[in-house]
């Protein structure tokens, strides 16, 4: 549902006993996509999620990060990806429920016709299927463990990038070996003073693109150094002003002066209670089969939170499970439909066709 402008509304008030043929768990790229998809197959369709925006981690955790392996887009910003995505589930004006963290499943029905009440922190919904894509889950940055760390968030020292305007100017410390730290060492280059990118090991683990990339421009990269503490100024907004490295292979230890820390050292996640359903759940992820089912009928799983042999942790990849899961869904809701319905130009013609008749 929308608002006059044209924004998702919240809340799980309104409607929440209503059965819907497809509940979404999680309103980021696969679920915002599972939704579009779910209304090219004419299904009744709510998102439920846990923040109070949706677009997930893309909107969340680095709006203003370029994204390069969608299809169709050479390069994308985060957020503006979100708001395409956005855009497209919102022609079938599904159900948006925001800011409400799920809580217990209750099957109903049997394994032929099963039915489920799905129980939040704020109400309870009623749902023939039910697709979770809750990425890695409830997540939070992991953050130094030095003593200082705590007294000088956003005052110098950052774990997300939510804003590049908040380091314009600036030199900036950046923490970290995977595609994150790699990718806002080449997106801060525009906007930073100077970066110094430093690494525990000497290899990354990001894009061998973008590692490349990296090498060929005037970023300082240190291998080897971790921060062994931070040194506060003056108060105020601004706090931090040098970062006391260590290489962990010489005992080198150097004093860096800095206006800011960007750590990008990964996530701390948790299916939270959704770990104790009956899923088969393993390393945080929900075992599916090739019909992204879990062990549950009729409750489907897409994007991270889902696994099986040979599975690749991408957006692009999501998306796929994510039609495969609302293709099976629907079959299960309606055992007449067809699995393939056709291409999207087709079932958007017929659609229109019905709703002009």
């Not at 799980?12 to 980021?28: K, N, P, S, V, W």
């Not at 708001?83 to 409400?100: D, T």
């Not at 899961?325 to 087709?346: C, I």
Request: charged letters at 20%; hydrophobic letters at 40%; glycine letters at 12%.
């Amino acid at each position: 549902m929308t608002d006059s402008t044209g924004s998702p509304s919240g809340g799980g008030g309104m409607g929440a006993e209503e059965l819907f043929d497809l509940t979404i768990i999680g309103g980021g790229p696969v679920g915002l996509f599972a939704a579009f998809y779910a209304g090219l197959r004419q299904m009744k369709t709510k998102i439920i999620d846990s923040l109070e925006e949706l677009g997930g981690q893309l909107t969340t955790l680095y709006p203003e990060k370029f994204i390069f392996d969608v299809a169709g887009f050479p390069k994308v910003l985060a957020r503006d990806l979100a708001h395409q995505l956005i855009q497209q589930a919102m022609q079938a004006n599904p159900a948006v429920a925001l800011g409400e963290t799920v809580r217990h499943l209750e099957p109903l029905g049997d394994a032929d016709n099963p039915r489920y009440r799905i129980m939040s922190d704020k109400g309870s919904h009623l749902t023939r299927t039910l697709m979770i894509c809750a990425g890695a889950g409830a997540f939070s940055p992991k953050k130094l463990r030095i003593p200082e760390a705590p007294g000088l968030e956003n005052r110098g020292l950052f774990y997300a990038c939510r804003s590049k305007a908040a380091f314009a100017g600036k030199r900036v410390l950046i923490v970290g070996g995977g595609d994150s730290a790699v990718d806002w060492s080449l997106n801060l280059r525009d906007t930073a003073e100077s970066i110094t990118l430093i690494h525990r090991r000497n290899q990354f683990r990001a894009h061998e693109e973008s590692v490349r990339q990296l090498q060929a421009t005037d970023v300082k990269i240190l291998t080897f150094f971790e921060i062994k503490s931070l040194v506060g100024g003056g108060g105020g907004e601004q706090g931090l002003t040098a970062a006391v490295i260590e290489n962990s292979q010489t005992k080198e230890v150097r004093t860096l002066e800095v206006d800011a820390v960007l750590v990008q050292i990964g996530f701390d996640t948790s299916l939270g209670p959704i770990k104790e359903w009956p899923l088969k759940v393993e390393r945080g992820q929900i075992q599916v089969n090739s019909h992204m089912e879990t062990a549950l009928p009729g409750v489907f799983a897409a994007g991270d939170v889902a696994a099986y042999e040979g599975k690749l942790k991408l957006i692009a990849t999501g998306f796929g499970e994510a039609a495969m899961a609302v293709n099976f869904a629907k079959v299960r809701v309606d055992p007449k439909a067809k699995f393939f319905p056709g291409h999207s130009s087709e079932m958007t013609a017929q659609h229109e066709s019905v709703v002009t008749v």
